[in-house]
């Protein structure tokens, strides 16, 4: 996506459900029509992504995971906002892909910022990764295309 030629990018979100192979994900697409919540495996994840199941294709090209400890994990709170992030109409400027996705990682059990004066593409690269001396479990995963 951009906005007056700069990239400014475009991110979805998804979480573990259990401890197995089983997972929530989606995206906000600018608009109601578009906004989508799966579940599925892994494979389903990055499947999805590559092929959203809206009519909005292409802007979805790599992904960052991060390895939180089950003891930490609140999947019901990560989907119940996911599904009032949905119902909402979407902001640009306030409720948009990037504040969806961050308050549905901080329901997960997270502590990300809101996101509300970042590119999403700029706060996606810029998360904490593993080679940065963080802490554990706040160690995030390098860029992988999908």
Partial sequence: MSVI??????????????????????????????????TGSWQNVLSSFKSPPTSVKGHYTEYRCLDWPKAWMDPVAAAREAKEGQARN??????????????????????????ETEYPSTYFRNLPRATEGVNAPTKWGPVVAL
Avoid: K, M
């Fill in 90 to 115: 979407y902001d640009l400027l306030i409720d948009n892909c990037l504040t969806r996705s961050v308050a549905i990682f901080n329901g997960y059990g997270l502590s990300l910022a809101s996101g």
């Fill in 5 to 38: 030629g700069q990239e400014v990018g475009h991110v979805g979100w998804a979480f573990r459900t259990t401890t197995g192979d089983r997972w929530e994900f989606g995206g906000t697409e600018f608009s109601a029509d578009n906004n989508w919540i799966r």
